[in-house]
């Protein structure tokens, strides 16, 4: 395939990541996320698979490399690990996953089949009520069984994102970070950002909890780690292991240190906007060019076009007056 000028921004950030939404829809509604009663957009607004696999080889033919899919909850969609199939086939180097974990026991054979390269599964706590009280849905079971058997699987091994809440499960942080010590896993937990409609503010400031502190506490507990040097430094979380441990704990800290300066991000919406930044409401509408008669060249020109808009580093996630979900956006 036609490699062209790589993608890069107005600061000379290279934008070779990729993540699609292929859904807002979800089967959970956890607190920090969305509304218990959310309303998803009508079905008819939302991009097929098809035209987001257009999307996504007009964005490998300017060098992002690496694409994952998420939503929404990407495994309600139906397709969506034949699409899997489909960024491997059109030459992806790294195909990841971000799932609720709900669904993914029934799938892991056909997404192992299918060619995925990782996958992350989002898991606050290992309390079932809690887990209900966080995702307003009672199904850690189904979740935890899911973990087990994908570490079965040559997606072992599993990146576990952990959202850290104060009084929720932050007396957890230490028991977390011990699975480490058992599993294959890289367990990291996220720093809350303040993107579930909580417009005022109130419950963020309450909740929110550092990456620093989340380390801090996880050191006072169980005593040293050590830092894992970064495979890819544009990677987010800050990684360490405790002595001999088959997997790492790591934290990211969108809030605290934003990774900006080195983010290589390009987020595609369900329904057919390109978000070129979480701290922004900025979107480039891109669904018009996915569906011209000639796509491809029309979806480089929005691309750049987004590569142009793409903020400087250096912005701070207001608290204030957010009414985006990270279910619309894509995690
Ligand atoms: N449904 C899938 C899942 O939960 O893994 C994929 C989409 S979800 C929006 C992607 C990631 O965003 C999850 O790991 C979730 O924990 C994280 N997330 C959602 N809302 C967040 C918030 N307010 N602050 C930090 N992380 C958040
Ligand atoms: Fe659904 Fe994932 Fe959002 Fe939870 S974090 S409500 S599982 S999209």
């Known amino acids: 395939m036609a490699q062209l ?18 859904t807002d829809r979800c089967n ?67 195909v990841t996953m971000t799932t609720n974990g709900y669904l993914l026991e029934e799938h892991l054979d056909g997404l192992v089949e299918a060619g995925l390269d990782r996958i992350n599964i ?39 994102n952990a959202v850290a809440m104060r009084g929720v499960n932050d007396d ?11 599993y294959p896993m890289h367990v990291r937990f996220i720093e809350l950002m303040p993107l579930n409609g909580d417009t005022d503010g109130s419950r963020f400031r309450k909740l929110f909890i550092s990456g620093k502190e989340i380390l801090e506490r996880v050191q006072r507990e169980l ?24 997997g790492t704990f790591g934290i990211i800290t969108p809030v605290s240190e934003p990774f900006c300066a080195r983010c290589s991000r390009l987020r595609l919406t369900a329904d057919g906007k390109i978000h070129p930044c979480l701290l922004t409401d900025l979107d480039v509408p891109v ?11 029309a979806i480089h020109e929005v691309l750049w076009k987004t590569a142009r808009v793409k903020p400087p580093a250096g912005l701070t996630l207001p608290e204030e007056a957010r009414n985006r979900t990270m279910s619309q956006i894509g995690g």
Do not use: N
Not at 172 to 182: F, G, S, Y
Not at 225 to 244: I, M
């Open 172 to 182: 957890e942080i230490a028991d977390m970070a011990k699975l480490t010590m058992r």
């Open 287 to 297: 669904k018009e060019a996915i569906r011209s008669p000639d796509p491809i060249p």
């Open 122 to 160: 989002s898991l606050d706590t290992l309390q079932p009520e809690k887990f209900a009280f966080i995702t307003r849905r009672d199904h850690f079971g189904k979740v935890w069984s899911a973990v087990m058997a994908a570490l079965e699987t040559p997606l072992s091994p599993v990146k576990i």
């Open 223 to 246: 005593g040293d780690l050590e830092p894992v040097e970064k495979e890819d430094p544009a990677a987010p979380a800050d990684e360490f292991r405790f002595e001999g441990a088959p």
């Open 5 to 22: 000028t790589q993608l890069t921004d107005s600061y000379q950030r290279k934008m070779d990541y990729l993540r699609i939404s292929v």
């Open 28 to 94: 959970f509604r956890c607190q920090y996320c969305m509304p218990e009663d959310i309303k998803f957009q009508d079905k008819s607004r939302i991009l097929t698979l098809e035209e987001m696999l257009t999307f996504a080889e007009a964005c490998l033919q300017l060098g992002v490399t690496k694409v994952r899919v998420t939503g929404g909850e990407p495994l309600v969609r139906k397709g969506v690990v034949k699409f899997v199939g489909w960024l491997k086939d059109l030459g992806f180097e790294d």
